[in-house]
């Protein structure tokens, strides 16, 4: 363990990572999204897709104690459990993707991925009817499988969010809710199929503080007269991302 731990510290990149996820978390603690839209593009860039979606699932986990138990009170319970359940049912299958497919294939997948998140939420779509469970299980079970694939849990499910009538509080903490606990129950999926490296382990454990205390100052940032604000510095944070992370650079 301590030759591995000196190896990841060594790691080239390491503190542009580090710096990444910290960015991450403080957009992910004051919009409720938008951390693995930030941290994929750059991450896949220096380390296969498999290493960085297991190390950032690891590192959501400080989400627990920064954002969640604030959040836990103002989301709608049924409706995040519902989704939260199909996405873990779902999410087998995009794993096992992210095990078989191409890296350059799937770094592609992820600028894609996000690129069209990016631009559905610039446009500013929304949906005027009430979501049924039909329709929250169907968004659980598309965010599962494009999450595991990918490393991208956000996009499908932060649309459904972002497009609907819910205040800008209630989106946010049912994003941050649904994220985090999402993110903790891939893990035994990920062993499972052999993603849950020791290295992506210690490089999430690494990155767990940074990540967190990004969370928190995010959060304290948080206010819901703010909305337009926080939305448009996390687009432009999203698309350098986007930019930094194409594969053209290599």
Same mark, same amino acid.
């Given at each position: 363990? !301590?030759?591995?731990?000196?190896?990841?510290?060594?790691? &080239?990149?390491?503190?542009?990572?580090?710096?990444?996820?910290?960015?991450?978390?403080?957009?992910?603690?004051?919009?409720?999204?938008?951390?693995?839209? =930030?941290?994929?593009?750059?991450? $896949?860039?220096?380390?296969?897709?498999?290493?960085?979606?297991?190390?950032?699932?690891?590192?959501? +986990?400080?989400?627990?104690?920064?954002?969640?138990? #604030?959040?836990?009170?103002?989301?709608? #319970? #049924?409706?995040?459990?519902?989704?939260?359940?199909?996405?873990?049912?779902?999410?087998?299958?995009?794993?096992?993707?992210? #095990?078989? /497919?191409?890296?350059?294939?799937?770094?592609?997948?992820?600028?894609?991925?996000?690129?069209? /998140?990016?631009?559905?939420?610039?446009?500013?779509?929304?949906?005027? /009817?009430?979501?049924?469970?039909?329709?929250?299980?169907?968004?659980?079970?598309? /965010?599962?499988?494009?999450?595991?694939?990918?490393?991208?849990?956000? &996009?499908?499910?932060?649309?459904?969010? @972002?497009?609907?009538?819910?205040?800008?509080?209630? $989106?946010?903490?049912? $994003?941050?809710?649904?994220?985090?606990?999402?993110?903790?129950?891939?893990?035994?999926?990920?062993?499972?199929?052999?993603? +849950?490296? &020791?290295?992506?382990?210690?490089?999430?454990?690494?990155? +767990?503080?940074?990540?967190?205390?990004?969370?928190?100052?995010?959060?304290?940032?948080?206010? !819901?007269?703010?909305?337009?604000?926080?939305?448009?510095?996390?687009?432009? =944070?999203?698309?350098?991302? =986007?930019?930094?992370? @194409?594969?053209?650079?290599?």
């Amino acid at each position: 363990m !301590p030759d591995l731990l000196a190896q990841t510290l060594a790691m &080239p990149g390491l503190w542009a990572l580090i710096g990444t996820v910290f960015i991450a978390g403080v957009v992910y603690g004051f919009a409720g999204f938008g951390a693995a839209l =930030i941290f994929m593009p750059l991450a $896949s860039s220096v380390m296969s897709m498999e290493v960085a979606v297991a190390a950032f699932a690891v590192s959501a +986990l400080s989400s627990f104690v920064t954002v969640v138990p #604030r959040a836990w009170g103002q989301v709608n #319970r #049924r409706g995040v459990a519902v989704m939260v359940v199909c996405a873990t049912l779902s999410a087998s299958l995009g794993l096992w993707i992210l #095990r078989v /497919t191409d890296l350059t294939v799937l770094r592609w997948g992820v600028i894609g991925v996000t690129s069209a /998140t990016l631009l559905a939420l610039v446009a500013g779509w929304r949906y005027a /009817t009430t979501p049924t469970l039909a329709t929250r299980s169907a968004i659980g079970f598309a /965010t599962g499988f494009v999450g595991g694939a990918t490393g991208l849990l956000g &996009p499908v499910m932060v649309l459904f969010q @972002l497009a609907g009538r819910d205040s800008v509080t209630t $989106s946010r903490a049912t $994003s941050l809710v649904f994220l985090t606990v999402t993110s903790l129950l891939l893990l035994p999926l990920m062993a499972i199929q052999g993603l +849950l490296t &020791p290295p992506a382990v210690v490089l999430g454990l690494i990155l +767990l503080l940074p990540y967190g205390t990004g969370a928190r100052l995010g959060a304290r940032l948080f206010h !819901p007269g703010l909305e337009k604000f926080y939305r448009t510095v996390a687009y432009g =944070i999203i698309f350098l991302a =986007i930019l930094l992370g @194409l594969p053209l650079w290599d």
